[in-house]
């Protein structure tokens, strides 16, 4: 087998923009408000070049000059970029750290879907209350250190498909016969896409509960939630055989998952050797169900 000479170069260029603000004010000492809002931008642009060729001649040098192999000569290209864009905000209030809120929400843009589907907007909230801070709470505070009470909404986007995969791509090649004297050179067009492509949607609800004991040594919390994935880009309609081509990845599916986790803590701390010497301890429980609830 005739020794072979490849060469790979590649280049990337990784561009990333962040703009955001704080604000922070407290109202008569028990009023807390916590205000972001910002911008994002992500951008790349890859480049590489391949050459390849056999009957290399040397064993010590490598140099496309040595390598003199005349049928298995490769000379390929290749070049992609993508863009991502979003506003962001976040708006918090507490009460004494008693009554907790938070609002977030994201309105993202992508170069990976077409015009027109390219945005999406991703809201959330959270809700808490921290029943131990309370004043009936005052004679076992000692040992029933914390009970808080949670609960949140949100929602999340996924462009995770191809750069082009909205584009019928045209591969360039060569037919395998002669045509006039040289192998005349071939245009293919690829399956054909979904002109709808756009952004996969995962909206999560989740109810919780944090509980803390004596001295905060033992520590219990519990999940409860719902995720809904809609829109899910995965593989489109059935086709039948004669059609000829793959289905497109298209927004085809819903998938919902029902599950809950638990988790039980215990932390302390003691001398040994007249040093300090803490250790935990942690047990977990988790358990879910998914099922598809649209497909074609």
Do not use: C
């Not at 972001?36 to 290399?56: C, F, H, S």
């Not at 027109?116 to 004043?135: I, M, T």
């Not at 082009?164 to 005349?184: E, H």
């Not at 519990?222 to 593989?235: H, P, Q, S, V």
């Amino acid at each position: 087998f005739p020794n072979k000479y490849k060469e790979v170069v590649w280049d990337q260029n990784y561009y990333v923009a962040d703009v955001y603000g704080t604000y922070n004010k407290t109202f008569s000492e028990k009023h807390n408000l916590t205000l972001i809002a910002g911008y994002n931008y992500e951008a790349k642009y890859y480049r590489d070049l391949t050459a390849a060729n056999d009957g290399l001649l040397s064993e010590d040098l490598s140099d496309f000059n040595l390598a003199k192999g005349t049928t298995n000569f490769t000379l390929n290209g290749g070049r992609n970029e993508y863009a991502i864009m979003g506003w962001f905000y976040r708006a918090a209030y507490d009460y004494k750290g008693k009554y907790l809120a938070e609002v977030n929400g994201r309105y993202d843009g992508t170069s990976r879907f077409p015009r027109g589907k390219r945005y999406g907007f991703f809201p959330s909230f959270s809700l808490g209350w921290r029943v131990s801070e309370e004043a009936f709470f005052d004679g076992i505070r000692d040992q029933f250190n914390n009970l808080k009470l949670r609960f949140s909404y949100g929602q999340l986007g996924n462009q995770n498909v191809g750069y082009y995969d909205y584009i019928r791509k045209i591969s360039i090649g060569s037919q395998n016969y002669l045509f006039g004297g040289d192998k005349p050179t071939t245009a293919t067009i690829s399956a054909p896409v979904a002109s709808d492509l756009s952004w996969e949607r995962s909206i999560h609800k989740n109810l919780g509960v944090d509980m803390s004991f004596l001295n905060n040594r033992l520590a219990f919390s519990a999940d409860f939630y719902i995720r809904d994935t809609k829109d899910m880009l995965t593989a489109g309609i059935a086709l039948p055989a004669t059609y000829g081509a793959d289905s497109p990845k298209m927004n085809s599916a819903d998938l919902r998952t029902k599950g809950y986790e638990l988790s039980l803590n215990w932390r302390d701390e003691f001398q040994l050797l007249r040093r300090p010497f803490s250790y935990s301890v942690t047990l977990t429980f988790n358990d879910y169900v998914s099922n598809i609830t649209k497909f074609d």
